[in-house]
């Protein structure tokens, strides 16, 4: 009975069963569980020694990182706790979204390989090779498909998306960018491409009439994204899908005035939780670029499916 109750008492505090619960299905490190839960270590780490003295977790070094596991599956009073927990505590569900989002990010060992590899890129010469190749070929393989380019400036990307498209949707609220980037469609025989003046909150787009949406370094100038994602839900077909390019979510906020953003860009769990509640499914997410200089911004990919 006394180990019941020191397993009581260990769980009395609502960090501490938020730990266990995670730790029930992966082994985790305090720097994840840092990034889950969006803590202090030091707070973290006094939350671990009561789980560890009631040998509710255990702990395992692998070379320099301790990885963090529940002893076990709980029985009992504990295990009624936790089910109860998963249910009732209202981080719970925020909490099982990170974790899937942490464990990918350990797994994609490739992707962290490209990342290195893209940050090389460019900086040995060798004749022929740009990012402006790479773009063009890349882009060339896409399928006939519509488009909705939103918040497209002058449409670079959509000029180069209108080669192989079946059709381009550029929209812009700014007067002279959609007239600017008219004039170069006309200028370069792209009939398929059409540049509309409107909000990307509230798209001047038909229901249901395009394959994909693309939002390329915008997001974090719109008054409210949460909006701006739901909308482009609405303009996309069944099955369709968006793609997103935008800021990692940094410290910068000389950014606001150097550059009119309105957000200091985005966390990955934030933009899934918004492509979620938008109506998005299969989304997926990585850091695709790091800047050297400071102030280091990175940006992310994130893609998902309606």
Request: net charge positive; aromatic share 6%; proline share 4%.
């Amino acid at each position: 009975m006394s180990s019941t109750i020191k397993s009581l008492r260990a769980l009395s505090d609502s960090t501490r069963l938020r730990l266990l619960l995670l730790l029930a299905g992966e082994e985790l490190t305090v720097a994840e569980l840092q990034e889950i839960l969006g803590m202090a270590q030091s707070r973290i780490s006094a939350s671990l020694g009561p789980l560890k003295r009631e040998g509710l977790a255990c702990a395992r070094r692998v070379g320099k990182n301790i990885f963090y596991s529940s002893k076990g599956d709980a029985e009992g009073v504990v295990a009624a706790i936790l089910e109860s927990a998963r249910e009732d505590l209202p981080e719970a569900a925020r909490d099982r979204a990170a974790l899937v989002l942490t464990i990918r990010k350990r797994k994609d060992r490739a992707a962290e390989y490209f990342n290195k590899l893209a940050g090389r890129f460019g900086r040995m010469y060798v004749p022929g090779r740009s990012w402006q190749a790479l773009a063009h070929a890349l882009l060339g393989l896409l399928p006939p498909m519509v488009i909705a380019d939103l918040g497209a400036g002058e449409g670079t990307l959509a000029q180069l998306m209108a080669r192989t498209a079946k059709k381009v949707i550029a929209v812009d609220n700014s007067e002279k960018m959609v007239e600017f980037g008219s004039a170069l469609a006309r200028e370069h025989g792209f009939r398929n491409l059409e540049y509309r003046l409107g909000d990307v909150e509230a798209p001047p787009v038909e229901p249901k009439s395009v394959d994909l949406v693309l939002f390329s370094q915008v997001l974090h100038h719109v008054p409210n994204p949460q909006r701006a994602l739901t909308a482009s839900c609405r303009i996309l077909k069944p099955g369709g899908r968006i793609a997103i390019l935008d800021l990692a979510s940094h410290g910068y906020e000389q950014a606001r005035e150097l550059y009119a953003h309105v957000w200091l860009g985005f966390a990955e769990l934030e933009l899934l939780q918004m492509l979620k509640k938008a109506g998005f499914s299969k989304i997926h997410s990585s850091i695709v670029s790091r800047e050297s200089e400071v102030p280091h911004f990175q940006t992310l990919l994130v893609t998902a499916t309606k």
